[in-house]
């Protein structure tokens, strides 16, 4: 009998898989990707050339959990509102750290961007006279947030997907990508694999957009499901050498559900502000209304980030319920009207076994939105040639706090901007231009090998075990209130994760165990870019509020970038914001009243 060792490169060439060859690859299928795809076919590519890829089934992108409605000033009920007065409501929002001609491609666009969806067939909820209905949404001057019922996002993406659908675009479900390949600053592809059956799989392509969500479910509690928003779009740009920006700023939804109280899987899961603004109350375990002390004008109505870090001080001092939150009562009002205005909280709490008309519910903040995320140009194209990031993944529309509603206009705008750039560049193409294949391939078989070893690794750590571990360290670390030792702590412990994170048990290449591995990675960068930015930025602004540097610093008007340096370390710098357009700055200036009484 004779013996011989398997060389890693002879592993390399002996592991087998599936390349598809593209010109343009679309990493997501919620509404940013799916809109970048029609755009691409209505401008001429050809559907064969693309395709679109996501990690759940067709139509299940986390898209469909948005409800309250999509911004565009279509001045339906305010003929006075324009795109000038949304980015002037955007920037304040956002505290004077977006980019201006971000939230300008954003804001002038929507208005015919929601009148090109009711043309898809979007079931805007409509007005009399038959016009796309909008309603006031937090911290806007004016009514400019369309809506379908309750149910926008899901509404959305339907149109968006029959859309597609009409144009032929082709989608793969089930697909997760662990690596974009690169030539020096020149995108070749992305690696991945089937979820379903295990085979690596390569793409290769001229053009790769990325649309892969945001990052909020890296903390304990957050509003989004736990596969989803885990980091991954930022994460594979910043690997593969794209800057990241604002990643220190979340929002935190102040009503989410308490998990302790209602059962795990409910835990964060949105309670609408619309409890709020339709009177509900918010209370302490003292029995104390609260808000009087934090904000006594505008009590429950006032902004998230203040109502928020009121229930996070409420809780930390010790006022908060058993369970860790504080309760929301709405049972001064009429059964009838509760179940007329608030169906779904009604019902949802009724199978939960609370009464709304008679009993409090228990809420507590929860991670909603990442606010950070990739640095990417006018068209959306990040650093790396050919490598685009869009929707919830790119950074800049929403600086230090989002505005209700922004997020799915987003989608759409940057969706069709970058679908507009990218198929203007395929039709300048030259064969020349693309990478050399012999580079993809080696750059894939190398990963796919790493990817090998790692599905049959054997080591000591449970990946959904650190993955639990590193979203308590978030939630402890780098939650609501911040300061400068405990934000230290929290590098330190991820350090310690990051270490163990390279002795994993996985249970194979379809497991969970394998996907979790891969959330991990991707999740180990956003945090660290997070803690690094949260811990740099010495003052309180947005949704970035420091116990320590409790207030705004006039110095602090600049954005906190994140690179990886030749040694895979990361980089911070600082780049000032650019000024507004002398429109927008004129909305700014007429300092038009932001309404807070109607949240959804
Ligand atoms: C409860 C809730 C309510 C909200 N309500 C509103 C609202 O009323 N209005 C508003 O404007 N915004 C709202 N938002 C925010 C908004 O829903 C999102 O910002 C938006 O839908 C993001 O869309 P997206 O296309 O960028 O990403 P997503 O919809 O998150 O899609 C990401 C896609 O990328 C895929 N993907 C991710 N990683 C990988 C990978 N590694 N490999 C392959 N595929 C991958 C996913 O499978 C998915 O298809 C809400 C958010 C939540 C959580």
């Known amino acids: 009998m004779s013996s011989r060792r398997t060389t890693d490169r002879e592993r390399r060439e002996s592991l087998s898989y599936e390349t598809v060859d593209l010109g343009v690859l679309v990493i997501g299928a919620g509404a940013a990707g799916a809109r970048t795809a029609i755009e691409l076919v209505e401008r001429g590519v050809a559907p064969e050339e693309l395709l679109v890829i996501g990690k759940r089934s067709h ?125 020096d600053d020149w995108v070749l592809g992305a690696a991945g694999y089937d979820m379903e059956t295990g085979e690596f799989l390569l793409f290769e392509a001229d053009v790769v957009v990325l649309a892969a969500g945001g990052y909020t479910s890296l903390y304990h509690r957050h509003s989004s499901r736990d596969d989803e928003n885990t980091g991954d779009g930022p994460a594979l740009a910043y690997q593969a050498g794209a800057q990241l920006m604002d990643v ?54 006032d902004a998230r980030d203040v109502v928020a870090r009121a229930i996070a001080r409420e809780i930390d001092e010790g006022r908060g319920t058993d369970a860790g939150g504080v309760y929301l009562d709405i049972s001064h009002r009429d059964r009838s009207f509760i179940q007329d205005r ?32 990739v640095v990417v140009d006018e068209t959306g194209e990040t ?82 075990a650190l993955m639990d571990e590193l979203r308590d360290l978030l939630w402890a670390h780098a939650g609501i209130l911040r300061d400068e030792e405990s934000l230290s702590v929290g590098l330190d412990e991820l350090a310690a994760i990051r270490r163990r994170a390279s002795d994993l048990a996985v249970d194979g290449p379809t497991s969970r165990s394998f996907e979790f591995v891969m959330n991990l990675a991707f999740a180990l960068d956003v945090a660290e870019a997070l803690l690094r930015g949260a811990a740099m930025r010495t003052e309180s602004r947005g949704a970035h509020a420091r116990t320590d540097y409790p207030d705004r610093d006039e110095d602090w008007q600049r954005n906190i970038r994140m690179t990886r340096d030749a040694v895979g370390a990361m980089r911070l710098e600082t780049t000032p914001v650019a000024a507004p357009s002398d429109d927008v700055q004129a909305a700014l200036d007429a300092g038009y009243e932001l309404d807070y009484h109607q949240l959804e």
């Not at 040639?385 to 800049?396: F, K, R, V």
């Open 59 to 183: 139509g299940d992108a986390h898209t469909t959990w948005a409800r309250g409605g999509i911004n565009g000033a279509l001045g339906t009920h305010d003929p006075v509102d324009d795109w000038t007065v949304h980015a002037a409501d955007t920037i304040n929002e956002g505290h004077f750290l977006n980019d201006p001609a971000k939230v300008e491609t954003v804001t002038r666009r929507m208005p015919d961007l929601l009148r090109e969806l009711d043309g898809w067939g979007m079931p805007f909820s409509r007005t009399d006279e038959n016009e796309i209905d909008q309603r006031y949404f937090g911290a806007q001057s004016f009514r400019r947030t369309a809506f379908a019922g309750d149910h926008t996002g899901e509404s959305l993406l339907q149109t968006l997907i029959g859309r597609a659908q009409e144009l032929s675009v082709p989608y793969r479900e089930n697909v997760f990508v662990t690596r974009l390949l690169t030539d």
């Open 383 to 464: 650093d790396i040639d050919g490598l685009y990031a869009i929707g919830e993944t790119m950074a800049g529309v929403h600086g230090a706090n989002r505005l209700g509603g922004n997020s799915l206009a987003e989608t759409i705008a940057f969706g069709a901007v970058a679908g507009e750039a990218i198929a203007g560049r395929l039709a300048r193409r030259h064969d020349s231009e693309r990478g050399e294949r012999t580079v993809l391939h080696d750059r894939a078989a190398i990963h796919f090998a790493d990817l090998d070893r790692l599905v049959r690794s054997d080591g000591s750590y449970d990946p959904a």
């Open 248 to 301: 220190e700023f979340v929002q935190f939804h102040p009503t989410g559900m308490v998990g302790a109280r209602y059962g795990d899987e409910w835990d964060g899961r949105l309670v609408t502000e619309a409890v709020r603004g339709e009177g509900g109350r918010l209370f302490n375990s003292d029995g104390e209304r609260f808000m009087e002390r934090y904000s006594p004008g505008q009590m429950e109505l």
């Open 342 to 373: 608030l169906p779904r909280m009604y019902e949802r709490f009724a199978e939960l076994g609370v009464d709304m008309a008679t009993d409090p519910v228990e809420v507590a903040p929860t991670a909603h939105y990442g606010m950070g995320g």
